[in-house]
């Protein structure tokens, strides 16, 4: 594979929405490759986003980079090509982790508020990965009774949203978006809780401080066109910011 001569992918592990993960020659590196095809409502919409591969990957990487510098342990080992990423294996925690500065989306609709309401303080939500289930709200008490994560897990896996939070929001107000809500995901490796997945505008809410265009994943599920550039003009900040 391109930037990476020694270590060869083996067999095709998932495809998912975004992505598709490859074993390699070690057992505990995987390969992660990004799509440009987007879905949303729950897969009911499906579509392409001219370049999303390469912008998630370039984002995502940069991004794990930054928190990794402050102390963030995640799965990243480093980019290989435009479009792939070798990774630490991990099992999976099947929860997502979702941190919300400003009232967006589904907790403004299901709460009676109006978008871009800041809230006195983050919230964070959890939710069961389940693809057949629609990714369901559960809580602590559903994580621990179903075995899918222990109090210290959900412990540590708050501390360290909260701690992405803090690094993420102020470094995005510095380029001039505001980081309105994300989606994390982790996993064990070695007995370590890593963060996994991406940070991308396919899992995060991104606003122009100016303008509150919406530079994220929302043009595509709302229909409001430009996708393509509104993930670039990200990749670009970002790039600016951290590119090396």
């Known amino acids: 594979m391109k930037g990476d001569n020694r270590l060869k992918t083996t067999d095709m592990l998932y495809e998912g929405k975004a992505k598709i993960i490859y074993a390699t020659e070690d057992p505990g590196l995987l390969v992660m490759k990004y799509k440009d095809e987007a879905t949303a409502l729950d897969g009911a919409k499906k579509g392409t986003i001219a370049n999303k591969g390469l912008v998630n990957n370039r984002v995502s990487c940069l991004l794990f980079k930054l928190l990794e510098q402050h102390g963030v342990a995640t799965h990243l080992v480093k980019q290989l090509d435009d479009r792939s990423v070798l990774v630490k294996r991990m099992q999976m925690i099947p929860l ?108 995060c809410r991104l606003w122009d401080k100016e303008s509150m265009a919406k530079l994220d994943k929302d043009r595509f599920r709302r229909d409001l066109g430009q996708e393509a550039e509104a993930y670039q003009e990200v990749c670009q900040r970002v790039e600016n910011a951290l590119g090396n």
Do not use: C
């Not at 589904?106 to 693809?131: C, F, H, I, R, T």
């Not at 992405?164 to 989606?183: A, E, H, R, T």
């Open 96 to 203: 997502e982790v979702v941190v919300r500065n400003v009232m967006a989306g589904s907790l403004a609709k299901k709460l009676g508020q109006e978008e871009g309401q800041v809230m006195a303080m983050p919230v964070l939500e959890l939710y069961y990965k389940n693809d057949e289930l629609h990714d369901p709200m559960i809580n602590g008490y559903h994580a621990r009774a179903l075995g899918w994560a222990t109090q210290e897990q959900l412990a540590v896996m708050e501390q360290k949203a909260g701690q992405i939070n803090q690094i993420l929001q102020p470094f995005f107000d510095s380029i001039g978006i505001i980081l309105v809500d994300f989606k994390l995901e982790f996993g064990l490796a070695e007995g370590e809780i890593l963060l996994g997945d991406e940070i991308s505008p396919d899992s």
